[in-house]
């Protein structure tokens, strides 16, 4: 991942000594870059072969799985979604994922759908997503296989109002408790109990079907149920 202007902040200066300091410094950005590059994660993460799918230590024949779903969201969805077709091409059926307003547009997809939503407030158009991607995990089989996208961002792009409640308590509860300075952790303690997806509420969902998360974190300790709220994580 490239710095776009370090040339020009490696040569802004007429010291020698300088210019050097700040072409070391530009190469230790652009590795801390690579280093944490979604896209990059997911390829090193997934293979596909002649025999199966490759997860990390998890190995699927291809004899053992149906249909592949690719549901979840965040702020690095985007680049998780094009490894993920990279790597699975058209083995993939069919995919959805919510993402930031106005970065839907930055990404090549031809099986997975990116569907905009808002940030850090959620609006209507996450619900939407988060609603069609509980339909496409509703009625799968022990054969399919549900792969989940889960980075940061993800507890407020994703919303689904559990029973009598509302997208707009949601909406109040999460402002609260921002402007109250509550942690990460306390905020999506309090999401998830609002919602009808988080707190492993789509792993569920997806029964019987196997499921397998790819979960960028950012949440200090990378507490499962923390990040995004935990949409296939239990709430401890």
């Known amino acids: 991942m490239k710095i776009k202007n370090s040339e020009h902040l490696k040569s802004n200066t007429c010291i020698p000594e300088i210019r050097r300091l700040r072409a070391d410094a530009v190469k230790i950005l652009e590795t801390a870059l690579d280093a944490v590059d979604p896209r990059r994660a997911v390829l090193e993460k997934v293979q596909a072969s002649d025999l199966g799918l490759k997860i990390e230590d998890l190995n699927l024949p291809w004899d053992e799985i149906g249909d592949i779903v690719v549901v979840g969201g965040g702020k690095a969805a985007g680049p998780m979604a094009e490894a993920i077709e990279e790597t699975l091409g058209d083995r993939v059926k069919d995919g959805l994922l919510n993402v930031l307003k106005g970065t839907e547009c930055n990404y090549s997809l031809t099986r997975i759908k990116l569907n905009p939503a808002s940030h850090p407030i959620p609006d209507q158009s996450g619900v939407q997503g988060v609603r069609a991607m509980m339909r496409m995990v509703s009625g799968l089989d022990r054969r399919d296989l549900v792969i989940c996208l889960i980075s940061g961002g993800g507890s407020a792009l994703m919303p689904l109002p559990a029973e009598d409640v509302t997208l707009e308590d ?4 999460t402002g609260i408790l921002l402007k109250a300075g509550a ?11 609002l919602s009808a997806f988080k707190g ?3 792993a569920r969902a997806s029964q019987p079907a196997k499921v397998v998360s790819l979960i960028l974190s950012d949440v200090v300790g990378s507490p499962l149920d923390v990040i995004a709220s935990g949409p296939t994580s239990p709430d401890p």
């Open 200 to 202: 492993g509420q789509l």
């Open 183 to 193: 942690t990460i952790n306390e905020l999506n303690a309090v999401r998830k109990h």
């Open 170 to 173: 949601i909406q109040n509860v």
